[in-house]
Structure formats: structure tokens, C-alpha cells
């Protein structure tokens, strides 16, 4: 449940930082389970970033049983987005960002919506909650966001730098009058932001890693009105927030940890 402060910096700002939002026994499993599930590693896929870095990413739309949709399925996650989207919200998608150690790419500015708008979502009623896996410095490439740039509305998205942007002329324009803030984290903080928020990131020149699950929600009244390859709405069958211990320990016990 978040205060009513944060509902109105993430509706001021576009975004809200809650440290700490999950405690170090359940962000170590997170950790843990990120770097040895096969099904993370098997399922990655690599994009280059258009700057000789690559981005690793895994993406799924289903949340299931497993400890990451525990994550996604909590009643700490879905009930702030209900709170930030006004209502019933549904899973839209999650991934695992992969940054690796001198190789892991960087993102150009741009508003999730600016991609999430062709797959039918009329109004921008959707959110991320960004979860660091590992510290998130500007050394190895934090997410930078420009506060309050999700009052613009949708900017237009184009190729830049070998990726879909947001319209550089106007990006220029809004960092003029907005302030950039490298928004640094220790693992298991979280960051929820509105998908009209314009963000980057640089790549990540340090020895460091740093991976993030970022879960996605569509509110329940922005029912796409076209099939895309996220889904349309179905409920979301939430989870109390004592699930991600108990799957963390299912995971333990299954063996998994390779590495
Ligand atoms: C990043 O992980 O730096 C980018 C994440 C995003 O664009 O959602
Ligand atoms: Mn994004």
C-alpha cells in the first residue's frame, strides 16, 4: 500500500521510488534465481544497442507459479498499481533486464507507450514497477528518467540510433525545461513509473552487472482493441506478498542454483 505522497509524486513526477520494498532475504532469492534459472538464460535474447553494446532481455507475458511471478502476482506490486492506475490492473508483461559488465547496451529516450500504443491500447493507463536485482549506479548504467515528462502526452516514436526512440527534437526541448535524474538504486528497492515517462539508459562500462525485473500492468478498463503480442485483459490472480518467500524456498529446494 503506498502513501498517499507517493500516489501524487508518481502522478507529479511519473514516478516513485519506494526503497526497500522487498527485504534482503527475499531480493537475494531474486538474485539467486535470476542468474540460475535456465529459463532465464535459455529464453534471452540479445538486441545491440546501435553503439556496439548489446541488451540482454527476457520477456514473458504469462505470470505463473514461478518465483518472478510471485514477484509480478504480489499483493505489495498490484495493489500500488491499482492504486496508480485507479482500478483493476492485469499483467502485461515482465522481463529481465540483463546489463552485463562492460557489454550490456544502452536504451535511447523513450515512453513504453510510444511502443505499447500500436498494440491497441487506447489511453495510457499502464505502469512499470522496475525492481533492481543488483545496485543500479550511473556506473553501470541506471535508468535516467526526465521527471515529469509523462504530462507531455505520447511523444512521437522513430528510429534513433538503430532503435525506436522518442523524437529527438522534442526530447531536446524537454530536457531544457525538465530535470534529469539518474535514478540509482540497491537491490530490492523499487521504481514504479507511468508509461508516458521519457527514460534511458547508458551502457554499463563497469565490472558490475545490473539486472532488473521490470513488471508491466495495463489497467482492466484499457483493454487493447487489437490482438498484439502482449495479451489482452484476464484477471490477475494475486498472490499475498509471504508467496515469494515460499516459492524462493520451492526454488531452493528444487536444486536450481547452477551458478
Ligand atoms: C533499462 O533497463 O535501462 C531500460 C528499461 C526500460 O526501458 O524499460
Ligand atoms: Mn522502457
New binding site residues.
Given amino acids: 500500500m503506498l502513501s498517499d505522497v507517493q500516489v501524487r509524486r508518481f502522478h507529479g513526477d511519473g514516478y516513485v521510488l519506494v526503497p526497500a520494498l522487498f527485504d534482503s532475504e527475499e531480493t537475494e532469492l531474486l538474485r539467486q534465481a535470476a542468474r540460475s534459472d535456465p529459463a532465464i538464460a535459455g529464453h534471452a535474447c540479445e538486441r545491440d544497442d546501435g553503439e556496439g553494446g548489446k ?1 540482454r532481455i527476457t520477456l514473458w507475458n504469462d505470470a505463473g507459479d514461478d518465483l518472478f511471478s510471485m514477484f509480478s502476482r504480489c499483493e505489495r506490486v498490484t495493489g500500488a498499481m491499482e492504486q496508480l492506475l485507479g482500478g483493476e490492473v492485469y499483467h502485461y508483461h515482465s ?1 529481465m ?1 540483463q ?1 552485463e559488465p562492460f557489454q550490456g547496451g ?2 535511447v529516450w ?1 515512453q ?1 507507450y510510444g511502443y505499447w500504443y500500436s498494440n491497441g491500447c487506447l489511453f495510457p493507463y499502464m505502469a ?1 514497477c ?1 525492481i533492481a536485482v543488483d545496485p543500479c549506479t550511473r556506473e553501470n ?3 535516467q528518467v526526465l521527471k515529469g515528462s509523462h504530462h507531455m502526452g505520447r511523444v512521437e516514436h522513430v528510429r534513433v540510433a538503430g532503435q525506436v526512440g522518442a523524437e529527438p527534437e522534442r526530447v531536446a526541448e524537454a530536457q531544457k525545461l525538465l530535470e534529469q535524474v539518474y535514478v540509482e538504486m540497491q537491490p530490492g528497492d523499487a521504481l514504479f513509473f507511468h508509461c508516458n515517462l521519457l ?3 547508458d551502457q554499463n562500462q563497469s565490472p558490475n552487472p ?1 539486472w ?1 525485473l ?1 513488471c508491466c500492468y495495463n489497467a482492466a478498463r484499457n483493454n487493447p482493441y487489437k490482438e498484439s503480442g502482449h495479451p489482452r485483459y484476464r484477471p490477475l490472480h494475486k498472490v499475498p506478498d509471504t508467496a515469494i518467500k515460499e516459492a524462493g524456498l520451492r526454488f531452493l529446494a528444487a536444486g536450481q542454483f547452477m551458478r
Fill in positions: 541488451s522481463k533486464m546489463k544502452a536504451w523513450h513504453d512499470s522496475f548504467g541506471c535508468l527514460h534511458r539508459s545490473r532488473s521490470i
